[in-house]
């Protein structure tokens, strides 16, 4: 099992309010890399809030569940159309071969509070290895992150100091399910030891309304 060196703060999970974490999950076939980044509702919000279709106070209904601010079926459907939003997540997600960018196409539902996003990356070439970059509401509070996985033990944290990583295709996927747990773990606050050892320290929130420090701030300035 790949040996974990994480160590994540027992406090606010990195800008994310929920502290649920934004996954990654990439899969390549041929010349084609697929990816579905999905994350809590707020944080998924927020990226319409980055790509400027809503206010912050769409994204913060979701953390404090204030039921009148939520977005209606129809203005999350309207997303899936939105020139605005496809232009920044293009922006937002990359995928190199070697130094050839492979080309992007988003592709969304009519709901991705709950679907997510999904591209797909068209490379030159059969896709055994890639650089992967997510930069993906980095913007908004560059505390955000994402992190990377494809049912292998290879995973990647990618942060506004580190948004680019190396991707192995050919790693053999495994029944493992620590990495995946480590990962998502991290948000409520663990240390991760570099012999894979988990130790508990912090559970995740209870209440929506745990927004880490950063997150308080952008609202506060609002």
Not at 33 to 57: M, R
Not at 159 to 186: G, K, M, Y
């Amino acid at each position: 099992m790949l040996l974990l060196a994480l160590v994540v703060p027992a406090s606010g999970a990195f800008g994310h309010a929920t502290s649920e974490l934004p996954h990654a999950r990439w899969s390549s076939d041929g010349e084609r890399v697929e990816l579905h980044w999905t994350a809590a509702s707020d944080d998924v919000a927020d990226v319409a809030v980055a790509a400027g279709l809503w206010s912050s106070d769409k994204m913060w209904a979701y953390v404090e569940g204030e039921v009148d601010d939520l977005p209606s079926e129809e203005q999350i459907a309207a997303l899936e159309h939105e020139q605005d939003l496809h232009g920044y997540l293009l922006e937002r997600f990359e995928v190199l071969q070697g130094d050839e960018p492979c080309s992007p196409d988003v592709e969304l539902t009519s709901d991705i509070i709950t679907d997510g996003i999904r591209m797909t990356f068209t490379c030159p070439e059969p896709v055994e290895e890639a650089t992967l970059s997510v930069t993906v509401l980095q913007d908004r509070d560059p505390a955000y992150r994402t992190f990377s996985v494809d049912g292998s033990e290879q995973y990647a944290v990618h942060t506004s100091a580190q948004p680019e990583h190396r991707w192995d295709f050919t790693a053999t996927p495994t029944e493992d399910r620590a990495i995946p747990l480590a990962l998502w773990f991290a948000g409520g606050g663990l240390v991760l030891g570099a012999v894979a050892i988990l130790v508990f320290l912090g559970r995740r929130p209870n209440s929506r309304r745990s927004a880490s420090p950063a997150r308080r701030r952008t609202r506060s300035a609002r």
